[in-house]
Structures are given as structure tokens and as C-alpha cells.
T-cell receptor, first 112, second 116 residues
Framework: EAQVTQNPRYLITVTGKKLTVTCSQN?????MSWYRQDPGLGLRQIYY???????DKGDVPEGYKVSRKEKRNFPLILESPSPNQTSLYFC???????????FGSGTRLTVV | AQSVTQLGSHVSVSEGALVLLRCNYS??????LFWYVQYPNQGLQLLLK??????LVKGINGFEAEFKKSETSFHLTKPSAHMSDAAEYFC??????????????FGKGTLLTVNP
């Protein structure tokens, strides 16, 4: 089944403790992206990747890192999480812009 | 730069009534436009999209949308609402042909409530 898989689905952590949210797609898509969703703000892009080793900042990149060492994987790294990063995070992938993105099921992160 | 404005953060309709969710966009190049639906505790699912060609596009679950370039709009409609349509709907835009279309910009969403 074609899909984008994120892990974990739920995560509660403490301020300053490094964490990684994994994302993998099995559709051989070139484009991958991370979004965060907050009530009343919709979805905002954190980082995106056009291909292996090619990444760039989205609208809200502060406090996040990404890497794209393989085409299928695009992990999101929070080096020192803070409470304002409490949010619902989505990974997405796309073959090209005209196809739209396929989204993962989301990761609900709480930073206390 | 591109942006999306969804008019009405919350729309409430009766079952069987017309659903109309409004979306206006801004884009410096011809756009690709999308509507996504998010059911509670789930990810986003593509409802329909406009890229080129016919300006009236049909999607899943009986939804359709019309691209109106002169009005920079892409409103979502469904003739008859069903209880199962209750969800949050997001309009999104990316650059069309010749643009950088890896960046998908979303509106803030419209929560649709369907009353029995």
C-alpha cells in the first residue's frame, strides 16, 4: 500500500531533551515536507526537500532540523524542544507539485 | 509569494443542504489548487485538485470546485450534505507550471458541522 509512515504517533517529552520523529514513504517520491498544525493557524511548512541531500527552510523552521540521506526517509529533529513546539506534526511526500502531497497520519507532540 | 484565505473558520449546515466552503488565493504565477479534508484524529486526504484544463473539477464523496481566475477563487461545493461530511477542510495552493511547486501553502481551515 502506498503510504507515508510517521513514528511515533504520540510523544510526550520534557524541555531540552532531543528527539527525532521519523518519516518514510514507499512511493519513490522526490518531494518531502514537514508541516505543523496548530488550532486557528492551519498547516505551516517547517522544512521541505526536493531530493536527496537537498533541503530548504519553510515558513517556521526555527528550532527544527531535517536531513535527507535517502530518498524514502525524511526525519524531523528537535535538538532542544520547547513548550511552544507542542503541536501536531505531519510529514508529506509528492511526486511533483501537480499531484499534491500524500500525508502521514500525524505525530502529536507535547513538550512539558 | 502565495497565500490562501478561507472565508469562515466554521460553517454549519443541515443534512441535505448545500455545502459551500470559500477559498481565495494569491499567487504570482498560475496556480495549482487543492482541497484537503481532515477527519478527527486523522491525516489529510486529497479531495480534489485543479492544475490545468477544465475549470470545474470533481472530487471524491460528491464534492466539486470551480477555478475562477478572474476572482482568484476556488470554492468547494456539494449539493447535499451528509453527516459523514463533518470534518475540517483545507484549501491549498502551489505554483503551477514554471514555478517552484514543492511548496504547498495552506489556508487556516474551515470546520464543517452537519446538523441532523
Amino acid at each position: 500500500e502506498a503510504q507515508v509512515t510517521q513514528n511515533p504517533r504520540y510523544l510526550i517529552t520534557v524541555t531540552g531533551k532531543k528527539l527525532t520523529v521519523t518519516c518514510s514513504q514507499n512511493m519513490n517520491h522526490e518531494y518531502m515536507s514537514w508541516y505543523r498544525q496548530d488550532p486557528g493557524l492551519g498547516l505551516r511548512q517547517i522544512y521541505y526537500s526536493m531530493n536527496v541531500e537537498v533541503t530548504d527552510k519553510g515558513d517556521v523552521p526555527e528550532g527544527y532540523k531535517v536531513s535527507r540521506k535517502e530518498k524514502r526517509n525524511f526525519p524531523l529533529i528537535l535538538e532542544s524542544p520547547s513548550p511552544n513546539q507542542t503541536s501536531l506534526y505531519f510529514c508529506a511526500s509528492s511526486l511533483a507539485g501537480a499531484y499534491g502531497y500524500t500525508f502521514g497520519s500525524g505525530t502529536r507532540l507535547t513538550v512539558v | 509569494a502565495q497565500s490562501v484565505t478561507q472565508l469562515g473558520s466554521h460553517v454549519s449546515v443541515s443534512e441535505g443542504a448545500l455545502v459551500l466552503l470559500r477559498c481565495n488565493y494569491s499567487s504570482s504565477v498560475p496556480p495549482y489548487l487543492f482541497w484537503y479534508v481532515q477527519y478527527p484524529n486523522q491525516g489529510l486526504q486529497l479531495l480534489l485538485k485543479y492544475t490545468t484544463g477544465a475549470t470545474l473539477v470533481k472530487g471524491i464523496n460528491g464534492f466539486e470546485a470551480e477555478f475562477k481566475k478572474s476572482e482568484t477563487s476556488f470554492h468547494l461545493t456539494k449539493p447535499s450534505a451528509h453527516m459523514s461530511d463533518a470534518a475540517e477542510y483545507f484549501c491549498a495552493v502551489t505554483s503551477g507550471s514554471g514555478g517552484s511547486n514543492y511548496k504547498l501553502t495552506f489556508g487556516k481551515g474551515t470546520l464543517l458541522t452537519v446538523n441532523p
